[in-house]
């Protein structure tokens, strides 16, 4: 039987981020995608004016919905949430559908580029914590690591020595797995390797036996959506059986090649990257 993921995001018409890189990728990944809205843009938040519908309210019903269908799934995966109370509904889902059988993938989308998004508050921030913390994996950029370990946030903007940014991140991360957390990869971490003076981003996969970094040359632009897509990846991977570090391996490839190519065809930040054409990757764990 195919397997499904509950993916808990919000729904943007232009972007190429939330649900709509979410339900390709895990589809892509041979596993069933089961969309609940946190809410519907006509575009992502990047773009100078859209449409935001709030899904806050309506959340529990189809949760109910699914529960007259006993319904189950071998993943939930979470992305953008719009407040506290999101926070809660996704408990209330937890209680309904996550069993030992279950793994919950939280990316916990706070912030970046060493600071916390304006949207939300410290309230938040502290309930993600608490939501990050039953996660079986969680995805934090360095910034929400931060965030999410009570460190200075701006080590996320000021440290870039390959060594030292990550013994920093391994450490958090393991107070994350101290507080509860399963796993724990850092992605979009930019490095300056020590001895060749060369610029990488990369993800660092964090689990209980070791700490392994998959990086790539640094392009440098940044799009819509890649964490999007490497969440879905990861939670696609866990779906079907792969490797943590097979899986992190696979993204970075995937959508390293997407930035490259948009980079290359100029395609504007806040319309995400041209990953379309990568999803053959997915079909495989070996590229």
Known sequence: MTKKIAVINDLSGFGRCSLTAAISV???MGVQPCPLP???LSAQTGFPSYFYDDYTDKMDAIREEWEKMHVSFDGICTGFLSGNRQIGKILGFLDAFYGK???LLVDPV???NGSRFDIFSSEFQSEMKE???RADIATPNLTELCLLTGADSRLAAEITEESEILKIAEQMAGEMMSGGTGEV???GIRVTDESTGEK???NLAV???KAVFSSFPLVDASYSGTGDLFASVIAGGRARGDALEESVELAGEMIGRAIRDSVGSGVPRDEGVDYEKYLYMLNSSSF
């Open 101 to 103: 059988d279950t793994f």
């Open 110 to 112: 706070m912030g970046d």
């Open 131 to 133: 939501l990050a913390a």
């Open 207 to 209: 689990t209980k036996e």
């Open 200 to 202: 990488k981003m990369g």
């Open 185 to 187: 990869v850092v992605t």
């Open 38 to 40: 946190t809410a519907i």
């Open 26 to 28: 895990i589809a892509s």
